[in-house]
């Protein structure tokens, strides 16, 4: 089992749409709008910031936005994985499922999730990011590290994520894909040509679709 993080497995986007804004008001950047964020959702941050607030410097965003990051997670606005989310987890993981962790976040945006005292410590195996992998989604290879630290097959692996370019990442690896729809932006329309194994309303609704896709083999 391989899961994105954002909204996937916790709703991330509008409060990160808060989060980048403030960072800008501190850059005495005009605010981005809502749409902005939304269309570019799913891309590396540095990737997306200059579509969200042309003419923007860079490295002033990337100084500043780690400590903005900070204050967001202490004060619990980021980054909040549901209690029920966790309880999949674990029935995945009592069913003998590995759960790792594949985004196209920074290692330092996944420092706190990694961190020994987090509620996933324990429940995740392996964490792959921009750090340690060669290529993001929507590349394929974005998963050759993965694949190749296991050893295991493509079609024995289910990616979790909520994009149509998740979706494009798993299919041109091989793997089995399940579409989190939870956070509202995405319509099933909105993954088109690309093959979706499951739609998931809610992210707990992982643990029966993991179940209907292994008696359907």
Request: some cysteine; proline content about 6%.
């Amino acid at each position: 089992m391989v899961l994105d993080v954002d909204d996937t497995l916790c709703l991330t986007e509008a409060v990160c749409f808060e989060l980048e804004n403030d960072v800008l008001a501190r850059l005495g950047r005009v605010p981005m709008s809502r749409d902005a964020h939304v269309a570019t959702w799913g891309q590396p941050l540095l990737q997306a910031m200059p579509q969200r607030s042309p003419g923007l410097d860079l490295d002033a965003f990337a100084a500043v936005y780690p400590q903005v990051l900070r204050q967001y997670v202490a004060a619990g606005r980021l980054d909040v994985v549901a209690p029920e989310n966790l309880r999949a987890l674990d029935e995945l993981a009592a069913a003998g499922r590995a759960l790792m962790l594949l985004t196209s976040r920074t290692e330092a945006e996944m420092e706190h999730l990694m961190a020994p005292g987090h509620a996933l410590a324990g429940r995740i195996a392996a964490v792959y990011h921009a750090g340690n992998v060669r290529f993001g989604k929507p590349d394929a290879r974005a998963f050759d590290e993965l694949l190749a630290a296991t050893g295991l097959n493509p079609r024995q692996c289910l990616y979790v994520g909520d994009s149509p370019g998740d979706a494009q990442a798993a299919n041109g690896a091989g793997l089995r894909f399940a579409a989190c729809m939870q956070s509202g932006l995405r319509r099933r329309a909105d993954f088109g040509p690309h093959r979706v194994d499951a739609f998931l309303d809610a992210f707990p609704e992982v643990v029966s679709a993991v179940a209907h896709l292994e008696r359907g083999r």
